[in-house]
């Protein structure tokens, strides 16, 4: 489902009876309420090969938002002249920002090391992510839209810098389907602190609501997933209530998207079943859960290795978009206005040896190919100091990293100035990153299309450049 | 770090003409061409002949830059190059990526910036003599050819066509209809049902779903009138407000909180959710809904409440600020720039049908719509202010002004008797003071008012009283002249006199008036032994008369220097600095300290540094009983006694400003041969204030000076003292607490009208160089607005215009989508190249002029479409409508449709034997298992799980069509959700209470009468028994079976029926 504005060519009960059971089906069921019609082909959704535009390298992509914006100049992107100047005031021209804050050069607490045979440098916050430093696509030239949490993060998740629009894992849902149509195709793994900006960074928007993220709390169930009487009655429920629908159906006569509705009932029983499953780790082994980090003596490290331990489930089962936020108790998120040290260190000691372990796992199992991890904030951080100790926000250039999928490893895209301060070679923005996403899954990102408003509406608004570089040729 | 944002006004003409011949100077420069050659072309070539070249497959920003020509003409932007400055050069500026950045991709080597400065500096020679034309020319904007568009022709007055089946075209819709039917020698559908009309019209006009008395009713009344009867019922019942209400609200994109980081909620919201319901179920006509809609605070006789008296129309502009909001933007003119394109957009859409915010960057890509028409109604929003409007009967509140005036007398009379008595022996009691020996009660006054010396006014008595001789005193007099506000300052309403600078302030409000008080004029206490708060002359006040009358005073728009200075005094006050409409003083950062709560009966200077914001635009806003009022929500913000007033207001770099007092003393002509001394000269003066105030001859020099002296205390004004005092007082008191508290609701008002540049590419950074003058879109009327408003009136009347075709046209289509499921336009919001063409386009004239005609009654025409055959018709289709209509365009039968997220919950509730009838009042939360959807809060950070569920809009952008889908998210709320237990929990109970004189069947027949709208079927008696039997049992036990019925009641709320309308 690419479009909603193809020609009208079948009818409802025609795509029904066509369409292969699943997820994707519904999904077009329900848009065709939206007087959204899409061609035949379209509607036959091969459950495990959806169609794309072009083959898709990655099936599924995992996305592991670093809530408050992690710092470039301390993580991916070393700049020795900040040793040099540290403590000096920056020569540079400097942007407002939202503290109206202007400090001293401030130079990284932290080493950087060498790793792998592309050499990639990375600093000592990530020692276990840089083990795969040959995987890596290190994007250096990223530009947020907003120095304001919210606004950035409203940009990284939907490509417009205010709420309202549907999140690209709405997109990829949208476009993609479900490869599982016992699970929802568009989850997040919720480490606890909810992205600035609220619940709407993982909406549907303008898009129908079953494309909307399913956020799913390590350790307690999903929403209305438990069933409030015996299974046993429950299905003796829903057979009768199979039957009298049935009658209704034969009451109007022609009515397909109460046909529909009338399945729901079923898929929602099997993803009663299947969601717990998928979010039960007893059968996980104990080498696998102390490689993730189960036993780790921080809290959040433990927190964050359940989400990547379920995020390779939910993978292994055919989700397509998969987001893993943050915990509290870091210091706030990412967001180090003071205490960078002690803030930084902990939220990456929290998230290290879990990505580490995840990159690991995938690979093991010969998913890393087919599956893209996207590691980001919102924004960087300024290499210059707010207050003593701190960073400010910096949209002006920062780092992101992509892994598997299809992505060439062992790369460093981009530049920032000799300060880390702003991009000065092939700046990036969100819209790009969307656009290689989508082009990694199979997808033409100008032909992802919804119309809304009078127009058609893409996750890349009018941009996007894919870049050679980062997704191959 | 200054946040200051330089508006790049592109070269003067002037400086074009100099430039131009410089270069022209230089034809043979042989060295500065081959700097040119080897620097300056290889890079143009490689990094901006993509997009700026006359080969570029599109040209960017108009610009090209493969000529010298090119370069010369410029973009969008003007020249981009400025031979011999290359400070002046924009091109320079976007390598240097100061406002734009040039090249996108990466910012070029320094070396390369430094040749390009060098080669300007040269004079920008540049061997490319021949002018080119770019590839592909965008096709030019055609007003006239997009004038032609379907939408925009006037409406057709159409004779309804002749028909075949005669009997069953029952109205002259149904004749549209069915002709096109028949055309395809089609039969319309059978009718429908009686209980499933009932049903259908039920939950269309109201929401709900009919009870099953109203089912019995109907089903009993044979007469012809039966139909129209129900009818009648549900468009007088006020659930009928609330349903419609709704819809209005997805358009306007209703919530109460401000969503980004903190989500603010706004105060007052409700006020405009209830002012819609009481719309609806007042059928407002069409015109006059749109006409309040935008300037609903500026019409000459505002509609009236008829059961309050309450002032209706100016509640029509509330939506308009019910935009998203972040604090402390580092950008507040893109924040402005970027809340402003959805006020636009909203307006656009809601009241045209017309994508008009698409033109924020370009001109429209398909339809009649500029730039120009975006930025006229930009200019005309930036022109208006949100207001919180009291709507007390404005008729009652001129009423108690009067009879406050006459009361209000006879205590000016006591006080300046009491005055009287006080200064007869001022010249001993000031000696008294001053030698620091009081003994009486009014010389211990003076005595500690003069140590004191709270104001300026006693500051300079004080130095008076120093003069013990004339030498010393004419020293004293000519240094209280000289005290001057600096020459420099702008006084922020009039740059010429202090005392006039409010010439161009805008009140609202019965009290403040666009005028200072008159001398001597004072604020009466509410309670206690105080008499007076203050002396309000000289400068405007609001709250003098009484502080239940609500005001606001606002500044004209100025362009902020770095510091804001302004008098105030006042209980309750706020005051506050408007940046770019910036609505969230207060919060944030960097905004936080741009409003100010003032809570003192002696003149407060107010300061806000404003260098952040320099050459930004602000206006200066004043409230009285504004001290909690703004995002405190739902708080009513009055207090008894609450008054404000605003003296001189400056705009200045630099150091606030001490504002001078003590005029009195240099104003007054001394006769030298009885006044030596300092005490002298207080003495006569004072001695003469009393019979000035009761004769109303106080200068404002005087009229300062006495209010100086009762705020620092120097007179004695408690109420005991005198019986005619106290007696007056108590009179006026007595009255002022009668009047009704302020009712506040979120409106506009008019600040001063100014034009809007164009900001060429959508960038506030980069403006047009003549402003955009205001009117509506040139496509449908393109006169200039000539009044001194802000123009929102003169768009209000052009919006409903009969010259306006499209109003009428999406407004009748906005009622014909919501009951039958489909617009005639399908994109109800979109009646342009984008939208969707109309199924029947005739049948849309039609219904608009008659709808027009008839005076745009909204009640009217849905009365009119519910009782046509087309309304009446069952659902099932024919196999040809299937078959060559799978959309069902033609509407051979009516849609089946899925209830909005509101009357599925509303009907749970409804069922849960919960729901109370109230109307209106502050939004309550989502669990209140006893409201109606309408009233429960809306924050967008986290709007109702279940109404999002079931495609409620989530509050940021338009929505005439709504999204219906369908999940197994849905059917899991509804299996395992906690809402359908507890309504299933509360339905059984309901039950059992009447169950005891029940059969099963009865029962059974019951829940299905509450649930469906109809009785069960023999087939759904025989399942329940089933259903029953599953449970084991036996059937005389289960009427009082508790368990049973919750888990039957909670079957029920699962079958898909209950969802659909059909």
């Known amino acids: 489902m690419f479009t909603n504005n193809a020609p009208e060519q079948f009818s409802r009960r025609e795509l029904l009876r066509d369409a292969s059971v699943g997820f994707g089906s519904v999904a077009l069921a329900s848009l065709l309420h939206n007087q959204a019609i899409a061609d035949k082909k379209a509607a036959k959704i091969d459950v495990n090969q959806a169609k794309t535009h072009f083959p898709p390298k990655a099936k599924s992509v995992i996305f592991l938002f670093m809530d408050g914006g992690v710092s470039q100049v301390d993580s991916f992107d070393p700049k020795p002249l900040l040793d040099k100047e540290n403590g000096k005031k920056p020569k540079f021209k400097i942007d407002p920002t939202v503290f109206n804050s202007l400090g001293k050069i401030f130079a990284s607490p932290w080493k950087f090391k060498r790793y792998g045979e592309s050499g990639l440098p990375v600093s000592d916050l990530f020692p276990n992510v840089a083990q795969h430093a040959d995987d890596l696509c290190v994007v250096r030239s990223m530009t947020a839209f907003s120095p304001n949490h919210p606004n950035a993060v409203y940009g990284l998740h939907t490509g417009l810098a205010r709420m309202g629009r549907p999140s690209m894992g709405a997109w990829v849902s949208y476009g993609l389907g479900s490869a599982n149509e016992n ?34 709390r390590p350790g307690s169930p999903m929403r209305n997933i438990t069933p409030r009487e015996t299974l046993d009655s429950q299905k003796k429920k829903l057979q009768r209530l199979e039957e009298i629908d049935g009658d209704l159906l034969g009451r109007i006569g022609h009515a397909p998207q109460i046909e529909s509705a009338i399945r729901d009932h079923e898929l929602a029983f099997r993803m009663q079943m299947e969601v717990p499953e998928a979010m039960d780790l ?144 092939n700046k990036m923005t969100f819209h790009d990153i969307h656009a290689n996403m989508l082009h990694l899954l199979g997808i033409d990102h100008t032909r992802l299309t919804y119309r809304f408003s009078g127009r058609d509406m893409r996750l890349t608004d009018v941009h996007g450049r894919i870049v050679p570089e980062i997704v191959g040729t | 770090m200054k946040m200051k944002f330089r508006s790049i006004t592109f070269l003067l003409p002037t400086l074009l003409v100099v430039s131009t011949s410089t270069w022209a100077d230089q034809k043979d420069d042989p060295q500065g061409h081959a700097f040119f050659e080897k620097n300056i072309r290889p890079v143009l070539t490689e990094h901006c002949y993509k997009c700026h070249s006359s080969k570029s497959r599109k ?88 004038k032609t568009w379907w939408s925009l022709q006037p409406l057709k007055d159409l004779t309804p066509p002749k028909v075949k089946n005669k009997d069953w075209a029952k109205t002259s819709y149904d004749q549209f209809i069915l002709q096109k039917l028949e055309e395809k020698n089609w039969q319309p559908a059978p009718a429908a049902s009686r209980e499933s009309w009932l049903r259908r019209v039920t939950y269309d006009l109201t929401g709900l779903p009919p009870s099953p008395n109203d089912l019995h009713n109907f089903l009993n009344d044979l007469s012809d009138q039966a139909f129209e009867k129900v009818v009648d019922r549900l468009l007088k019942s006020p659930h009928f407000g609330e349903r419609w209400a709704r819809h209005w609200m997805d358009l306007v994109r209703y919530a109460d909180s401000k969503s980004f980081e903190a989500d603010y909620l706004m105060a007052n919201t409700y006020q405009y959710r209830d002012y819609l319901i009481r719309a609806f179920n007042q059928d407002v006509s069409f015109k006059q809904f749109f006409k309040e809609a935008l300037a609903g605070d500026l019409l000459k006789e505002p509609r009236l409440d008829p059961e309050t008296g309450r002032n209706e129309s100016v509640m029509g502009p509330g939506f308009i600020y019910l935009t998203d909001g972040q604090h402390g933007p580092p950008d507040i003119h893109a924040d402005e720039a970027r809340i402003f394109e959805g006020m636009i957009d909203v307006i656009g859409k809601a009241f045209l049908g ?122 004293v007099i000519e240094e209280i002249k000289k005290r001057e506000l600096p020459s420099k300052v702008q006084l922020i309403g009039n740059p010429k006199k202090e005392r006039q600078s409010f010439a161009n ?80 003083v207060g919060r944030g950062p960097t905004t936080g300290g741009t409003t100010k709560v003032i809570n003192s009966d002696t003149w407060q200077t107010v300061n806000f540094n404003t260098y952040l914001w320099e050459g930004e635009k602000a206006f200066i806003e004043i409230l009285q009983n504004g001290g909690e009022f703004r995002f405190a929500a739902d708080t009513g913000g009055h207090v008894d006694g609450a008054y404000a007033q605003v003296g001189t207001a400056i705009n200045a ?100 009208g100014e034009d809007e540049h164009v900001y060429i590419r959508g960038s506030h950074k980069n403006i047009s160089k003549v402003p955009n003058p205001r009117r509506f ?13 802000s123009g929102r009136l003169e768009w209000a009347e052009a919006l409903v215009s009969d010259s306006n075709p499209l109003a009428p046209r999406v407004f009748v289509n906005r009622i014909w989508h919501h009951l039958f499921g489909q617009g005639i336009v399908n994109s109800v919001d979109d009646f342009g190249y984008m939208g969707s063409q109309p199924s029947h386009p005739e049948l849309l004239d039609h219904l608009a002029k008659s709808f027009i005609t008839k005076g745009g009654s909204t009640k009217g025409l849905i009365k009119e479409l519910v009782l046509s055959n087309t309304y009446r018709m069952s659902s099932r289709a024919s196999q040809a409508s299937l078959d060559q209509d799978p959309n069902n365009h033609l509407l051979q039968h009516m849609p089946v449709k899925r209830l909005q997220a509101e009357a599925i919950r509303d009907t749970l509730v409804s069922l849960s034997g919960n729901l109370r009838p109230q109307l209106f009042g502050r939004s309550v939360n989502a669990n209140d298992m006893g409201r109606r959807s309408i009233y429960v809060q809306l924050r967008r950070k986290g709007m109702p799980h279940f109404l999002m569920l079931f495609d409620m809009p989530d509050g940021t952008e338009p929505f005439g069509r709504r999204n219906v889908t369908q999940s197994p998210s849905q059917a899991l709320e509804f299996m395992n959700g906690e809402f359908s237990w507890r309504v299933a929990d509360s339905w059984a109970k309901r039950l059992l209470k009447v169950s005891k004189d029940k059969s099963f069947n009865e029962a059974v027949d019951l829940l299905h009468q509450q649930a469906f709208g109809r009785r069960a079927n023999e087939k759904e008696a025989a399942w329940a028994k089933t259903v029953l039997s599953d449970s084991g049992i036996k ?28």
């Open chain 2, 1035 to 1062: 059937e005389k036990e289960a009427l009082k079976n508790f368990n049973f019925w919750k888990s039957f009641c909670h079957t029920m709320l699962n079958r898909k029926e209950l969802l659909y309308v059909y």
């Open chain 2, 653 to 752: 770099h630099g150091a606030p400003p001490e504002f001078p007092g003590g005029k009195v003393w240099s104003n007054t002509k001394i006769d030298t041969a009885k006044i030596k001394t300092g005490l002298d000269l207080a003495s006569v003066v004072l001695s003469s204030l009393p019979a000035k105030w009761l004769q109303g001859k106080l200068s404002l020099a005087e009229n300062d000076l006495l209010a100086g002296l009762v705020e620092a205390g120097a007179i004695d004004l408690n109420i005991q003292r005198s019986g005619e005092l106290k007696k007056s007082i108590e009179a006026y008191r007595k009255y002022q607490h009668s009047l009704p508290r302020p009712t506040y609701v979120r409106s506009l008002t008019d600040g001063n």
């Open chain 2, 354 to 475: 017309y994508t008009v915010a698409c033109t924020r960057c370009h001109d429209h890509k398909f339809d009649a719509i500029t730039t120009k028409d975006y930025y006229s109604l930009y200019g005309i929003i930036a022109s208006s202010r949100l207001n919180y409007a009291d709507v007390n009967p404005p008729k009652k509140q001129v009423e108690y002004r009067k009879e406050l005036i006459e009361l209000k007398a006879p205590v000016q009379k006591a006080l300046a008797h009491l005055l009287t008595s006080d200064f007869k022996e001022i010249k001993n009691d000031l000696k008294a003071a001053l030698e620091n020996k009081p003994e009486t009660d009014h010389q211990k006054r003076w005595a500690e008012a003069l140590k004191k010396k709270p104001n300026t006014e006693l500051r300079s008595l004080a130095q008076i009283l120093q003069a013990k001789d004339e030498v010393s005193l004419k020293r």
């Open chain 1, 282 to 425: 007893s059968g996980e082994s104990e080498l696998i859960k102390d490689m993730y980090g189960f036993n780790h003596k921080w809290g959040n490290t433990r927190k964050f290795a359940t989400q990547c331990l379920l995020a390779r489930r939910m993978v292994e089962r055919g989700v397509r978009f998969i987001e893993l936020t943050t915990s509290g108790g870091n210091g706030d998120r990412w967001d180090q206005h003071g205490n960078l040290i002690d803030g930084h260190k902990k939220n990456a000691m929290s998230v290290d040896q879990p990505i580490g372990a995840l990159i690991q796992d995938l690979k093991q199992r010969g998913l890393l190919e087919s599956t893209l991890i996207v590691f980001s904030g919102e924004f960087g951080r300024t290499p210059f100091a707010q207050g003593r100790n701190g960073r400010d926000h910096n949209p002006q250039g920062f780092s992101l990293w992509m892994a598997g999928g299809g992505v060439q490893g062992g790369t460093a895209y981009g530049a920032t100035d000799e300060y880390g301060y702003r991009v000065v070679e």
């Open chain 1, 183 to 216: 699970l929802p195709s568009f989850v997040v793994l919720h480490g606890g602190i909810t992205p600035n900006g609220g619940v709407p960074n993982f909406g549907s928007g303008f898009l129908p609501a079953n494309n909307q993220g399913t956020v799913l």
């Open chain 2, 505 to 584: 302030w805008i009140p609202t409000g019965v009290d403040f008036e666009d005028a200072p008080r008159p001398n001597g004029d004072f604020v009466i206490t509410p309670n206690g032994d105080k008499a007076i708060a203050s002396i309000v002359g000289g400068y405007p006040a609001s709250g003098h008369l009484a502080s239940r009358f609500g005001g606001s005073y606002r500044s004209p728009t100025f362009t902020l220097s770095d510091r804001v200075s302004i008098r105030v005094k006042g209980k309750n006050v706020r005051v506050s600095l408007i940046i770019r409409h910036y609505e969230l």
């Open chain 2, 777 to 789: 879109l040139e496509a449908i009327d393109d006169r200039t607005f000539k009044g001194r408003g």
């Open chain 2, 59 to 146: 040209v960017r920003g108009k610009l090209l830059l493969d000529s010298q020509a090119g370069w010369a003409k410029g973009g969008e932007s003007g020249p981009a190059i400025v031979p011999g400055k290359p400070e002046k050069s924009p091109l320079i500026s976007a390598l240097r990526y100061e406002d734009f950045e040039m090249p996108p991709k990466s910012k070029l080597p320094q070396e390369v910036i430094d040749n390009f400065v060098k080669w300007v500096e040269m004079g920008a020679p540049d061997p490319r003599k021949e002018s080119k034309k770019p590839n592909l020319v965008e096709e030019e904007f055609d007003l006239d050819k997009r």
